[in-house]
């Protein structure tokens, strides 16, 4: 296996030498192209990834639109140019007590970058999902480990950017797929001396034995694992009394979508005991009745439910709301559940993210309790308030406190349904990621697969066309200090 | 020990929690004072670095001007406020299938930052150095362990720092000032909870040391170390023979400055096998040998420049061309040496970096050799191109190669000086840095201090002043994608 996997890194380096200086145009054509052969699957990709996975066909649509979509995304960012942040400080020959010099930097792929494809977006955080399309954009070559609970689904995909690649005449390693499911591989690909970086979606463990691997390397090298959240939603007094029926029914929603296996699935909020708060939870446990049950994606993530579900459930001081038991194999049910902010204060595994349809309800005495609990939570993908006009007025200490716990923070929506824009992001403080500081949706994806590189006084001829004097790409500069589409 | 540390760090914390709120026009006017307060201190101040570091006055009156610069430049770029980098992606509420949500984030303080100032510069990279004035810049308490090897130039600065807190009414313990040389010091404060990110300028072993306590920690955390580096120089085929006079002096200056004591040092240079590069090699040992020995730093330095030395002059094959012996204790002459390509090749532990006025020439056959050597470098802050108009054109490839190896790519200049701008990259890939991400040198330093967050359809009274539709602050931000200083 070794010697194979050596293999497949030199490829992937191999290809780096030359992807790394294909131009943004190119790089548009090729992921356009990638999105094209998707689609040129046709029907068949949809059945695959819907027997692979439990999940229904009408999902698979919508997905297969949203990894075209950021695929398309990607293309246009790296066509259009300014993602590459190029800084411009002209010399000043005069300046004493010495001359300044000419210095120009932009960002510049990384080199081989390893994708660990998510089990619960088969299409869009997978095989050609939102981390390869990100490293692909930057200008660094894949190398993804096929997740093995859809690996059809995977392969199918990983013939489509194959074919993307031939048709645009590129080098044929700049993307590879590797099947395999041993932690083992896992390993010896993070530690491999050519990986530069590395994309993983999953577990908490997981995600911290990838990191672990990067960090004991000899040249240690960037991980960014997205290992999942209780994404805490705080219900505000007026919002509970005027608007429980509608917030019932889109939180049910959000807690059932894709059978409770999103990442940023609302699965705690926070109220202050009251008869609203009451009133809500019925509302939300009714909701959730009417929500049938669904087979999870696989054995594992359906064993991990249950027992994570065993966990809370049994826990002192945690009372059932709602939860019917589902017969079939697989078949997961919604489950509410209700505790007081005192018990979950001195649990701290009541924090622990359990991965399906669930949410837990977490019942303040009175407001400073409410700040006590929002201060305690660990690192979260998002954070969601939910408040009238008024209720934000009086708790602007909320907002600020947010943001010390969170990647996004949501006002009045559900947390679920990541937009896919320049503002996105979606990563937050350990242990929701393991790199708080970049994100893994939306456009500045792409920055966790560069580094910046300096020119001191180089001769124009020799500059990359995007630090050139003449903006012949049109893109955004910051020449000394002020943005512009301008020539130096 | 223990209680006393964790008692600063959890003043760290509490100082954080109003200082990442403070405005950039109050953080300016903190960085401002900082410097106003140094440059009370008078001639103590450099008297003392003197005598602590057996640097010359003058020195200490450049690198003390440069400390207060930086800490200004920094002032003046939170003050403009551009630099939280503000995205807003306004919302369509008819999109088909889903409304578009209205996204904005920008970058915020990470948390209490712990500094490991640099002995090498006392002033400019140690108590109030860059990463200080940096991290104060974004928001971020820091906690400075002071050098050993300046225990007194570090109290007198941090006794400027503590005024300047006093005189701008700010927290008390938005700075703290440790002492103590251990390496127990350092694993307990950077693995204590709340440190959210660590600054080191030192040893490769330092700093890896630091690194992997990082990593170990149960939430892991940034290290940005800046380790060292050979920053090899290419001297070109024309260039040697036209300008070689020229650049024997200018090379000369370079490695002997400061002692040799720079991290930017040029202790590899590179070229073919010429009687033109025999003569700037002749050239440049003549111009060592007018350059008086001096102190080094302290006694650490000293035996590890001897130690480092011996052990590259009497490998196999490396020829001693300038070596004169200084008799005094701690004075360490300039040393020049020179081995071929192919025992440069063979011996990995040629690379090392020896930290003092030292350079060795590496003789290649041909270019293809050249190529060969250049490729197989490790990590680099910088390299550097020698060579005229013609030589830089029929090397074109060079280039290229030197982007992978380097974050500072130096034309017909000496990489020592490094200009304090906005395109500045003052970091590399391993074992240059950590981090070749980010840089520890220019305006780009406070972007190690940051993390991004994003609100979702938050209702302006709540937004930070950055991201409300008034742009009352006329910072550039990129609405919908185009850079602009509009109101949205």
């Known amino acids: 296996m070794i010697n194979e996997l050596n293999k497949i890194m030199e490829q992937a380096q191999e290809a780096y030498e030359s992807y790394q200086f294909v131009s943004g145009k190119a790089k548009k054509e090729f992921l356009y192209c990638i999105a094209d052969q998707i689609e040129e699957i046709g029907d068949e990709l949809i059945h695959t990834a819907s027997e692979e996975t439990n999940l229904p066909i009408a999902r698979f649509n919508g997905e297969r639109a949203r990894t075209c979509a950021q695929l398309k995304a990607f293309g246009d960012l790296v066509a259009e140019g300014t993602w590459v942040e190029a800084v411009i400080d002209t010399a000043l020959a005069d300046r004493k007590p010495f001359p300044k010099p000419d210095m120009r930097k932009m960002s510049v792929a990384l080199g081989p970058v390893l994708v660990f494809g998510a089990s619960n977006f088969p299409l869009a955080y997978s095989t050609a999902g939102g981390d390869t399309a990100s490293a692909l954009a930057a200008g660094c070559p894949v190398v993804i480990k096929g997740h093995p609970s859809h690996p059809k689904t995977s392969a199918l995909v990983a013939d489509a950017v194959k074919k993307a690649l031939t048709q645009c005449g590129l080098h044929p390693f700049i993307f590879q797929h590797i099947e395999g499911s041993s932690f083992e591989l896992g390993r010896i690909l993070t530690q491999h001396p050519v990986t530069a970086g590395v994309g993983f979606t999953g577990s908490l463990i997981g995600g911290r034995a990838i990191y672990d691997y990067a960090q004991n390397r000899e040249v240690p090298i960037p991980v960014f694992a997205e290992m999942g959240s209780t994404n805490p939603v ?217 580094r910046p590189i300096c020119f001191q006084d180089c001769p124009d001829s020799l500059l990359p066309d995007e630090l050139k004097d003449f903006n012949s790409l049109n893109i955004f500069r910051k020449i000394n200090g002020e943005y512009s589409r301008d020539n130096v």
């Open 234 to 450: 705080i219900l505000l007094k007026d919002a509970l009394i005027h608007k429980a029926a509608e917030m019932a029914k889109a939180f049910a929603a959000s807690i059932t979508i894709g059978v409770g296996q999103f990442c940023t699935n609302p699965g705690i909020m926070l109220g202050i005991k009251s008869s609203s708060l009451n009133h809500f939870t019925s509302l939300l446990a009714i909701e959730l009745s009417m929500v049938p049950a669904y087979k999870m994606l696989h054995d594992g993530i359906y064993n991990n439910y249950t027992t994570a579900l065993d966990k809370v459930l049994f826990d002192k001081g945690v009372e059932t709301i709602y939860h019917a038991h589902a017969e079939d194999p697989l078949t997961a049910s919604p489950v509410l559940a209700r505790v007081s902010a005192d018990t979950f204060l001195l649990n701290p595994e009541l924090q622990h993210e359990v991965f399906g349809p669930f949410s837990l309800i977490i019942v303040c005495e009175n407001r400073i309790q409410m700040i006590n609990v929002w201060k305690k939570l660990k690192g979260q993908l998002t954070t969601t308030i939910m408040g009238t006009e008024n209720d934000l007025e009086i708790n602007k200490d909320l907002v600020d406190i947010a943001r010390n716990i969170a990647g996004r923070i949501v006002f009045n929506a559900v947390p679920t349904g990541v937009e896919v824009g320049n503002a996105t992001v979606h990563g937050g403080p350990y242990p929701s990621s393991t790199d708080g500081r970049f994100t893994s949706v939306g456009m500045d994806a792409i920055k966790r697969w560069v």
